[in-house]
């Protein structure tokens, strides 16, 4: 529930718990729901077993598909949840645990939720938490400055969900919703939070879907590819390649992984050289890859005790241009008739150059409706959004409007506190 440790720093398992053998034997055949229960049971303790099935039932009502596209090359989709992203994955499951631990709480109150976004983060934390009891969520995000799409998917949803829709930049939204955390008469009233995209409650389902993409992989190849699977991962903070890390950790039988990252190449520099150095990001078309200081950074060192030469061993880094992105996309079209979004286009690069022969499979982090504005123009074809988007786009937003000033937000929060 805290997120951040109260010494600043991010939270990690002390050891990392195996599966038992004869799990990790019989994997192939495991339904998503068996994987994800299996490996939560080693971490969470204290939600009992039919709660537990329901949260991650609900939390991954989504298919997951494996695909081979070219000899050994798989892609994982992990974008048919609500906002057509991976990041479903994370903000569900820790939506619905923080939902469970407030309803254990007794005389608790509600959970208030206060994040601020550019369009990305509040629409996936926005749809993970809609329609949960004990939990009201508030998303800041700047007037006219977010996309259609991403506007609708934060502030069509009404019940617990309040969009509220600043006069400003993401700055002035940042600092509203930090000041807000911080707020002492807020604090004393009212149980507040940010959804944090750090959480422990993020990284662990992510590392489902390792184990789930081996399963899948097993019954495709007819267990040709016992061994040597590696995982190719688009990556911008790090949480995912983390995930898989701790899938590995926990017994999972994975060779390796690549690290795909965009021009933003900070750790694919740090395994060539040794240092790390972060950066300014720079824009690129894979933006949410953005990120020139990851913050998971730290986790992935402290799994390897700070010794670069451990990583490598585990670990490749490729950076992938735009050039080579919109080469790739093209390609693979062409090909295959498969259309993926940047993202996944960084992966595929990577996979690749790489040179390795084992079987690969690519974490597909993205729909390529979601950045058709990029992928239109490299195929010279128009994408038609799914049914359950276009749905969105014909209802009306009801958000609220205000100036950018703590107290009108504070009376946002209480007023519907009070209802
Ligand atoms: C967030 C995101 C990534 C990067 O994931 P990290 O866990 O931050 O490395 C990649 N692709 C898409 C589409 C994303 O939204």
Redesign the pocket.
Same mark, same amino acid.
């Given at each position: 529930m805290s997120g951040l440790a109260s010494d600043g720093g991010l939270f990690l398992p002390e050891s990392f718990p195996r599966l038992p053998k004869a799990f990790l034997l019989n994997l192939k055949g495991k339904s998503f729901e068996e994987i994800a229960l299996a490996v939560s049971r080693k971490y969470i303790r204290d939600i009992p077993e039919k709660d537990l099935k329901k949260i991650i039932r609900e939390s991954f009502n989504f298919d997951i598909p494996l695909k081979n596209i070219s000899e050994d090359l798989y892609v994982l989709e992990l974008f048919h949840g609500p906002t057509l +992203?991976?990041?479903d994955f994370g903000a569900r499951f820790m939506a619905r645990l923080m939902n469970y631990y407030m309803k254990k709480n007794p005389g608790g109150g509600k959970l208030n939720i206060i994040v601020a976004t550019s369009g990305?983060t509040g629409s996936a934390v926005a749809r993970g938490f809609y329609g949960l009891s004990n939990v009201n969520v508030f998303v800041l995000y700047p007037s006219k400055r977010v996309t259609d799409l991403q506007e609708k998917q934060m502030a069509t949803l009404g019940g617990n969900i309040t969009a509220i829709e600043v006069r400003g930049s993401f700055d002035d939204c940042q600092r509203l919703a930090k000041q807000a955390l911080n707020d002492p008469e807020l604090k004393s009233r009212i149980v507040v939070s940010s959804a944090n995209s750090i959480n422990f409650g993020r990284l662990l389902p992510q590392s489902f879907y390792y184990f789930h993409g081996v399963s899948q992989l097993l019954k495709l190849t007819d267990d040709k590819a016992m061994s040597g699977v590696v995982f190719c991962?688009?990556?911008? !903070?790090?949480? !995912?390649?983390t995930a898989g890390l701790m899938a590995k950790r926990m017994g999972l039988n994975v060779s390796g992984f690549i690290a795909a990252t965009n021009f933003n190449d900070v750790v694919p520099r740090y395994l060539q050289s040794g240092k790390f150095v972060s950066r300014v990001s720079r824009q690129t078309i894979?933006n +949410?890859?953005d990120?020139g200081n990851?913050s !998971?950074f730290a986790r992935m060192t402290e799994m390897f005790h700070d010794n670069v030469k451990q990583m490598r061993k585990e670990i490749l880094g490729f950076m992938v241009s735009d050039e080579e992105t919109r080469k790739t996309i093209r390609n693979v079209y062409r090909e295959t008739n498969y259309l993926i979004?940047p993202?996944t286009a960084v992966g595929i690069s990577a996979s690749v150059k790489c040179g390795l022969k084992n079987p690969i499979i690519v974490l597909s982090? +993205?729909h390529p409706a979601k950045f058709r504005d990029a992928v239109e123009p490299v195929i010279g074809k128009k994408i038609s959004l799914p049914p359950a988007l276009r749905a969105i786009m014909n209802k009306t937003k009801k958000s609220v409007l205000m100036k950018d000033n703590p107290e009108e937000l504070k009376k946002i929060i209480l007023k519907v506190n009070r209802s």
């Open positions: +992203a991976f990041k990305d991962v688009p990556s911008g !903070n790090f949480g !995912n390649l894979s +949410a890859m990120v990851p !998971n979004d993202h982090t +993205a």
